[in-house]
Structures are given as structure tokens and as C-alpha cells.
């Protein structure tokens, strides 16, 4: 059926191209590797990405850290001069309440702030007159 070339039969480039079912089925098969690999590198192409991303994310998550410990520092800086301060304002306090029972108590006081008062209105009254 086929000719020998050197019997000037047809050349196999001449002759027409029958698919066979073995070279559609190898074509499907070529066509699904290469479906395949571009799935693949899709793949690593977005697994590259969220890589990059949790490590901006790692990153990030530690410097929040790092400004969270120095927060807290100086909040524990603040607490302790507050009950610092809390301390003393109960000792002033404690001092003045004692004063003024030696001073004679309430009566005392009122009577010294009634004065002040009037004294105030006399100045007043002085000034403008």
C-alpha cells in the first residue's frame, strides 16, 4: 500500500493525516497536563502571596506586641504614682480633719468663714463708695 521513497512513491508529508484515537486521546491527555501545571503554578503563585501576607502579618502582630509591653509599662508607671498620690491626699486629709477638732471643730471653721466673708463685703462696700 505504501510506496518506498525510492520507488517515487509518496512522501509521508504528502500523505493525508488520519487522527487515530490513540493521538486525540494523547492530545486530551497533553491538554489536561498542561491544565494542570497552569493550576499549579495559580497554586503557588497564591500561596506565594498569602506567604508574603501572614509574614506582613507576622510582622505587624509583633510590633503591636512590642507597643502593648510599653503601654502596659507606663500604665503601671501611672497606677503606682496614683496610689502614690491617693496615699498622701489621705494624710492631708486626715491631718486638716484632725486640725480643725483642735481648732474647735465645726464651729469654728464657720465662724471664720462667716468673718471672711463680711470682711470681703466691707471691702467691697469701701472700694466703691
Do not use: W
Request: charged share 25%; net charge negative; with cysteine.
Amino acid at each position: 500500500m505504501f510506496h518506498n521513497r525510492s520507488n517515487g512513491g509518496p512522501k509521508y508529508s504528502q500523505l493525508p493525516y488520519v487522527e487515530s484515537e490513540s493521538d486525540s486521546e494523547d492530545d486530551e491527555v497533553q491538554r489536561q497536563v498542561k491544565s494542570q501545571r497552569k493550576q499549579l503554578k495559580e497554586q503557588d503563585e497564591g500561596l506565594e502571596m498569602l506567604s508574603e501576607s501572614a509574614n506582613r502579618l507576622g510582622k505587624l502582630s509583633l510590633g503591636i506586641s512590642e507597643e502593648l509591653t510599653q503601654q502596659n509599662k507606663l500604665l503601671d508607671g501611672m497606677e503606682n504614682d496614683l496610689d502614690s498620690a491617693a496615699t498622701n491626699l489621705d494624710f492631708v486629709t486626715a491631718q486638716t480633719k484632725q486640725l480643725i477638732k483642735s481648732a474647735g471643730g465645726k464651729r469654728n471653721l464657720c465662724i471664720i468663714v462667716v468673718l471672711t466673708l463680711i470682711s470681703i463685703f466691707l471691702l467691697i462696700l469701701i472700694l466703691y463708695t
